[in-house]
């Protein structure tokens, strides 16, 4: 009777084994495939058009005389463009007096009082050598073709376009990157490796970000 005993629980103690390494197995699958998605997500950029190669002749922004002008296209509400903010102020402190930054926040048409003066806007206000405008129904984001927040595009003193993309590695990671050190390299070299590199950020357009 005590080994038929013995014998069943130490059937049960091996079911309640194979139960809980099987638990455990789902859950670490679970977690791989949560943490594959999410570094997939923050290493994937998004699509765009290319930016015109003469600044826009119906823009309102204003170009800065004999200096390289750079634009910034933010969603106000996007919060991978906060390391983009970030980047920029950095950039800018590299490289005073060689350029000219206009932040332009997008403001939908139907959109309240206000709703584009986000932490974003007064980060990016703050920063010496930026302008922030309001981008009203992204007119300005539609001639200049962009379409996620935290493209930057760079252009020289005569208008030619030197550079378009992002100036992060992935969505919401600041550090070293490709898209800045392709900027001071224009502004200090007059040359860069890379022109174009990736934007990782929300749409301009999508009303799920809106």
Not at 15 to 33: K, N, P, T, Y
Not at 103 to 128: C, R, Y
Not at 174 to 190: E, Q
């Amino acid at each position: 009777m005590r080994l038929l005993i013995a014998k069943i629980i130490r059937a049960s103690l091996k079911r309640q084994q194979l139960v809980l390494i099987a638990a455990g197995a789902l859950w670490f699958s679970v977690v791989g495939i949560g943490l594959a998605r999410l570094w997939g997500y923050e290493l994937s950029p998004s699509d765009g058009e290319a930016p015109p190669v003469i600044w826009p002749a119906d823009s309102k922004i204003p170009r800065a005389a004999g200096r390289a002008t750079l634009v910034m296209l933010v969603h106000p509400h996007c919060p991978c463009t906060r390391a983009s903010i970030g980047e920029l102020a950095l950039l800018m402190a590299h490289c005073q007096g060689q350029l000219t930054a206009q932040v332009l926040f997008l403001k939908p048409a139907d959109s309240i009082d206000g709703w584009e003066k986000t932490d974003l806007w007064h980060s990016a206000a703050t920063i010496p050598g930026v302008n922030v405008m309001v981008d009203d129904a992204g007119r300005e984001a539609r001639r200049f073709r962009a379409q996620t927040s935290g493209q930057t595009i760079l252009y020289d003193a005569k208008g030619y376009l030197l550079f378009s993309g992002g100036i992060t590695s992935s969505r919401g990671h600041s550090g070293d990157n490709f898209g800045r050190s392709a900027i001071r390299s224009l502004l200090t070299k007059g040359m860069a490796e890379r022109t174009e590199t990736f934007v990782f950020g929300c749409s301009l357009f999508n009303r799920h970000s809106e």
